[in-house]
């Protein structure tokens, strides 16, 4: 099984919506993290968490939300969708400053 | 505020060829930096990660390398296969707290 898993894989969702993607890991990490990839961009962070208690905002928060249910589950909330937040949403996972480890992707599109 | 960048934007070579891929960033007070590939429509894989004390690290066919005075890194790929085709990633840290700013990429294509 994998070690940081995201659902769903695919979504696709109208303007207005409210949308949540979830993270699981099995690696026991304290740290957990939420990017968008959008092409000419690169990866961006949206929040980050360093551990239950700790949510932070990354870059790109407004428009979003997250809740850090367990130290193994992260989600990600889009209250309403909008066209602009169609992207690929990448869940991440790290123990202190050691390297991060992806999950598979979680790709949006909002019409 | 960090900024990476990763130039060119794209790389096709043919198979056999030993390559350099480049990182520069704009902070040396760097925490420590790596290297991920990136595969179509998937998520990131780490290859490397150099800390700030280290010069240099090795994986296999993979050497990076880290000169934090002059703000750059190198991947390099020897023997470059088909299979070594995607996009190569740098980011860095800038501190133990601090969140990884990642690089565009280089999407590397390895020819037959």
């Known amino acids: 099984d994998a070690d940081v898993t995201q659902t769903p894989r695919n979504r696709i969702t109208k303007t207005g919506k409210r949308i949540m993607l979830e993270c699981s890991q099995t690696k026991g990490h304290d740290r957990m993290y939420w990017y968008r990839q959008d092409p000419g961009l690169g990866l961006r962070l949206i929040y980050y968490?360093?551990?239950?208690?700790?949510?932070n905002k990354g870059e790109i928060s407004d428009g979003y939300s997250v809740s850090r249910q367990a130290q193994a589950k992260f989600s990600l909330s889009l209250e309403s969708a909008i066209p602009n937040q169609t992207a690929l949403y990448f869940c991440?996972?790290?123990?202190?400053?050691?390297?991060?480890?992806f999950g598979p992707g979680t790709r949006l599109t909002v019409l | 505020k960090q900024e990476v960048t990763q130039i060119p934007a794209a790389l096709s070579v043919p198979e056999g060829e030993n390559l350099v891929l480049n990182c520069s960033f704009t902070d040396s007070a760097i925490y420590n930096l790596q290297w991920f590939r990136q595969d179509p429509g998937k998520g990131l894989t780490s290859l490397l990660l150099i800390q700030s004390s280290q010069r240099e690290q090795t994986s296999g066919r993979l050497n990076a390398s880290l000169d934090k005075s002059s703000g750059r890194s190198t991947l390099y790929i020897a023997a470059s296969q088909p299979g070594d085709s995607a996009t190569y990633l740098c980011?860095?840290?800038?501190?133990?707290?601090?969140?990884?700013?990642f690089g565009k990429g280089i999407t590397l294509s390895v020819r037959p």
């Open positions: 980011a860095v840290r800038t501190g133990a707290n601090s969140k990884l700013t």
């Open positions: 968490s360093f551990d239950v208690k700790d949510i």
């Open positions: 991440a996972t790290g123990q202190g400053t050691d390297t991060q480890y």
